[in-house]
T-cell receptor
């Protein structure tokens, strides 16, 4: 059974600071996703990481994937209040050709950026 | 506008009364999925569908049914709801480009309370 663990689960940080959220998973996969959820809202896709060493950046967020270590990181640079949200990583269990199948989400990291 | 819609958005029902939550997408996506979100547990996949007439169980399928008769629709059926199915439900869809998965687009969510 695939397990996906995020840490920390809660993160309170001041504006302007840097921090990293970690996502570890238990079995081999080279497909990892990051999503954002604002309070009371749905999920929004942030990044899709499809291969070892993949790095993607959007604004103050940068995500990377190390499939050998089974680890993805979401790095926040110079945080601003608008980044306050819950961040989820998700891993798929595709083993057949033609697309992915089961998707397992981490519990989420609730980020609060304090002005 | 490209979107995933769910209905109803809020539902309060009683134990044992069959209900259906509809999900529809207008992006011609092959892949669709249902999740439930519970505090402290993140998102857990209930069922997914790779295409019309192709469905499979996720991690928590007990007590749920799905069908995929048309590409755009993927209803979630609770034949005999119980209080432990009180949750926030999300439908999601994704295009499927060969063996490369893509990010999922989520519906707005359906908050279900079973008394």
């Amino acid at each position: 059974e695939l397990k996906v663990e995020q840490n920390p689960l809660f993160l309170s940080m001041q504006e302007g600071k840097n921090y990293t959220i970690y996502c570890n998973y238990s079995t081999t996969s080279d497909r990892l996703y990051w999503y954002r959820q604002d309070p009371g809202k749905s999920l929004e896709s942030l990044f899709v990481l499809l291969s070892n060493g993949a790095v993607k950046q959007e604004g103050r967020l940068m995500a990377s994937l190390d499939t050998k270590a089974r680890l993805s990181t979401l790095h926040i640079t110079a945080a601003v209040h608008d980044l306050s949200a819950t961040y989820f990583c998700a891993v798929d269990m595709s083993r057949n050709s033609g697309g992915y199948q089961k998707v397992t989400f981490g519990i989420g990291t609730k980020l609060q950026v304090i002005p | 506008e490209a979107q995933v819609t769910q209905n109803p958005r809020y539902l309060i029902t009683v134990t044992g009364k069959k209900l259906t939550v509809t999900c529809s997408q207008n992006m011609n996506h092959e892949y669709m999925s249902w999740y439930r979100q519970d505090p402290g547990l993140g998102l857990r996949q209930i069922y997914y569908s790779m295409n019309v007439e192709v469905t499979d169980k996720g991690d928590v399928p007990e007590g749920y049914k799905v069908s995929r008769k048309e590409k755009r629709n993927f209803p979630l059926i609770l034949e005999s709801p119980s209080p432990n199915q009180t949750s926030l439900y999300f439908c999601a869809s994704s295009r499927q480009a060969g063996a490369a998965p893509n990010e999922q687009y989520f519906g707005p969510g359906t908050r279900l309370t079973v008394t």
